[in-house]
């Protein structure tokens, strides 16, 4: 009996498998080779869980949020190990801590909270942990790696794996990589594992906007999860899927943080470079369907969770639809960020960046993109170019214009720094006109980095081009005007008569191309106020150049009798001069030159207050 008793309780023994001896997690003896000793082989990676973290580069002093998670709410597992190691010598470096009770910190080769493994053998749909980087920082990059194990003959060996890139205070120190995160996921065991690469990764402050979108494919159904850090409150943040780097016939995911703090999730479609997005659900098939699977506002960070399903291989569509969203085209990511009106409408992007890499929904993707200052002082750029350009054209060009043209006989016995009064202020306006309009032109060459607009963009290349003749007009006065020949020279008509014509034209040209700028969605002008400033100045300057034409020709006329009753007095005089002297000449009329100096007066007031009111409307567009 004692025999049978041993016997049985020796098979039990040997029957029992060696990896139920953990429930309560894996062992420091597997930290190197990440594989639980179940004498059974890793499963074919799968899609039903996702390892996620919060960064893809870190300083020395910084911190990293790992997350593994079910891809559903059904996906869950047991066991999990969790280290990471260096790229070049897997050696394990940094330290752990825990976020929850269903995990727990393990000692990898002697070292304490050098790994995270589970704590029990309850299901679990999601971890959390935290790591930090070791103080002294040997390799560029560092894998974080994770086994998972959903029951004891399934487990998942090297199918879950981020590549973290290291970021230094001092650039000169190993020397600083930019390149982003490589997270991979390989979803079969028969072919190479699929590798995609985070394009583009901008160190950013705490309050900068970061976003991370990723995707998994399994079973026709792309699920893509959206985490975006410090999405303000009526902002949104989209995901365009473009055949190119422009704007135009794309498909855009977008994630608002409405007013009342709460999330949602669009699915638009952007039918024009200069037309704003439209909802998807205006075009018959834009190509599968969109389920929003999660939203939540966690620890300043925004979840926007959602699924695309039932493509259709249908290729039919309207002649105004753009070609339907498809799973296996590729195509390139854009980020656009911006604001949300009082409605939860979507006003005009503030920021918008094509990232440099291709992408399909059928592969699994990663997409880290950190906004930081660049995008709004280049927008700055924008708009300083705008304002200089409204002061010039609509109170320096025209105030100078008008001085010109109906101020050169007035105060003729006054000088201004030893020249007449008009050529004295003509003169410095005109210049301060050129100078504000070289700066302006600058400016715009550096918000869009030395490049032409496209022709995609017809409003802004119209705007584009007829800048493009007010600056080179502007240059071509200034070099006239230093070469100019003297006043009684023969040849003098022809620089007055093209000085003048060319200074009329160009001014014409920048009043065309300020009213093509505000259709710009950039300025998103929503009220009537700006048109109503522009059309103002416009009556007041055809108004204006009418009232000071009227004015000559009333004076000229009151000239021509003077001369002529000077005539007959002296005729009736002396009956044998049949002409009169050549010596007679009417007085200057100084009551011309104060309805003149009057009115220019009250010009130049109202084309300030008119410029400075559009200026105002413009800073805040």
Sequence with gaps: ???????????????????????????????????????????????????????????????????????????TFRGVLII????TNEAIIGTWSVAGLDIKTIACGGKSDTGVTHNSRTD????????????NITDNFTVIKATIVTAYAQIYVGCFSTTL????????????????????????????????????????????????????????ITAVKMQINNLKTSQWLALGLSLDSEMGEDHVFVCKHLADDTLSVERRINPGSTSPPILASTMRDPGGTLTTSSLKL?????????????????????????????????????????????????????????????????KETTITYNADLTESSRTSL???????????????????????????????????????????????LMTIATVL?????????????????????????????????????????????????????KYRFIFNYLHGFLGILSLILATIAIFIAMFFDNFNFKTSAEWGILTAWTCWIFILFLIFWMIGYCFKDDSVKEINMTSIELNDRNQYSPTPSKSIQPEHNVKEDWIKGILILIHIIIAFALSLALVILVGKA
């Design 84 to 87: 990471a190691k260096t790229k």
């Design 382 to 428: 924008m708009k300083a170019h705008g304002i200089i350009m409204l002061f010039t054209w609509i109170f320096y060009v025209p105030t100078g214009i008008l001085i010109a043209l109906y101020f050169k006989k007035c105060w003729p016995n006054r000088k201004l720094c030893g020249k007449p009064i008009w050529f004295a202020v003509h003169r410095a």
């Design 124 to 135: 679990k749909s999601s971890i959390e942990a935290i790591w930090y980087p070791p103080s």
């Design 165 to 220: 890139t290291a970021k230094y205070s001092d650039p000169s120190i190993v020397g600083e990589n930019t390149t982003g995160a490589v997270v991979t996921n390989n979803t079969s065991s028969s072919s190479p594992p699929t590798t995609t690469t985070t394009t583009t990764s901008i160190t950013s402050t705490s309050n900068d906007t970061g976003v991370v979108i990723s995707w998994t494919y399994a079973n026709g």
């Design 298 to 362: 966690e620890n300043g960070i925004a979840y926007c969770e959602f699924s695309l399903s039932n493509f259709t291989s249908s290729k039919q569509r309207r002649r105004r639809d753009i070609s339907a969203l498809s799973q296996s085209t590729t195509y390139i990511p854009l980020i656009a960020m911006g604001d949300l009106d009082s409605s939860g409408e979507m006003r005009q992007h503030t920021t918008r960046t094509p990232l440099s890499q291709n992408v399909q929904l059928n």
């Design 1 to 75: 009996m004692n025999s049978f008793v041993y016997d049985l309780l020796i098979f039990i023994l040997i029957s029992i498998q060696p990896g139920h001896s953990y429930p309560t997690g894996a062992p420091v003896t597997e930290c190197a080779s990440m594989s639980p000793q179940h004498n059974v082989a890793s499963q074919e990676c799968s899609s039903k869980y996702t390892l996620n973290v919060d960064k893809s580069q870190y300083y020395i002093n910084d911190t990293v949020r790992i997350t593994i998670r079910g891809s559903t709410n059904n996906d």
């Design 437 to 489: 309009t070289l700066i302006a032109f600058i400016l715009i060459l550096a918000y869009k980095k030395g490049e032409w607009v496209s022709r995609k963009e017809n409003l802004e290349y119209s705007h584009s081009i007829i800048g493009i003749m007010v600056v080179c007009f502007t240059l071509i006065q200034l070099i006239m005007a230093l070469y100019r020949c003297e006043p009684h020279d």
